[in-house]
């Protein structure tokens, strides 16, 4: 029962150089998110997708990449990490309700990244 | 777009009460709870939907007012396990979650 799992749980960087984070739910959910986590800035929404093959801006995409290939996968993809991209980012999914409202949202264990 | 979250931080005594506030400028679908505990993943609490219904945890109640867009998370007889951070998540446009800063909660025996 593993639920969304994200990959790397931690990565550090140099300025410039590219990476990306793997989130992976076995739920069947439609929905996927991806949020940074900043001392006192709460989450914040860096892109997200409503279903395989689509994908959507959030609050701050800017630096951001991400694909949506496979129903289950949602990948983030740093093209040239700078520092203000340190970090914690989680990946959450949900699924929808028979009204609309989207259902809870199950996050991963987060992904730690630092830019030197 | 973030929703505003207050108080900041509370600080209990075991068998106290709480209220955290979570307010939205935007109309919404849904509001959502979760609580974070340090270093853990956030995880969730309650859904509030338009036209009242709830789901979600048994011991916490909360409201939501769909004219202000505004929601309450009421915590009572608090334990030494309810300290976390809590974020509301609004759902302002469909499928698009907005979380507040958090509230720093520490019960303390």
């Known amino acids: 029962n593993a639920g969304v799992t994200q990959t790397p749980k931690f990565r550090v960087l140099k300025t410039g150089q590219s990476m990306t984070l793997l989130c992976a739910q076995d739920?069947?959910?439609?929905?996927m998110y991806w949020y940074r986590q900043d001392p006192g800035m709460g989450l914040r929404l860096i892109h997200y997708?409503?279903?395989?093959?689509?994908?959507a801006k959030g609050e701050v995409p800017d630096g951001y990449n991400v694909s949506r290939l496979k129903k289950q996968n949602f990948l983030l993809g740093l093209e040239s990490a700078a520092p203000s991209q340190t970090s914690v980012y989680f990946c959450?999914?949900?699924?929808?309700?028979?009204?609309?409202?989207?259902?809870?949202?199950?996050f991963g264990e987060g992904s730690r990244l630092t830019v030197l | 777009q973030q929703p505003v979250q207050s108080p900041q931080a509370v600080i209990l005594r075991e068998g106290e009460d709480a209220v955290i506030n979570c307010s939205s400028s935007?109309?919404?679908?849904?509001v959502h709870w979760y609580r974070q505990k340090h270093g853990e993943a956030p995880v969730f609490l309650m859904i509030?939907?338009?036209?009242?219904e709830q789901k979600g945890h048994e011991k916490i109640s909360a409201s939501f007012n769909e004219k202000k867009q505004q929601s309450s998370l009421y915590l009572t007889a608090s334990q030494l396990s309810y300290s976390g951070t809590y974020f509301c998540?609004?759902?302002?446009?469909?499928?698009?979650?907005?979380f507040g800063s958090g509230t720093k909660l520490n019960v303390k025996p």
């Open positions: 959450a999914s949900s699924y929808s309700t028979s009204g609309l409202n989207t259902g809870e949202l199950f």
């Open positions: 739920m069947n959910h439609e929905y």
């Open positions: 997708s409503v279903g395989e093959g689509t994908t």
């Open positions: 935007k109309a919404l679908y849904s």
């Open positions: 509030l939907l338009k036209g009242g």
């Open positions: 998540g609004t759902e302002q446009d469909f499928n698009k979650f907005y």
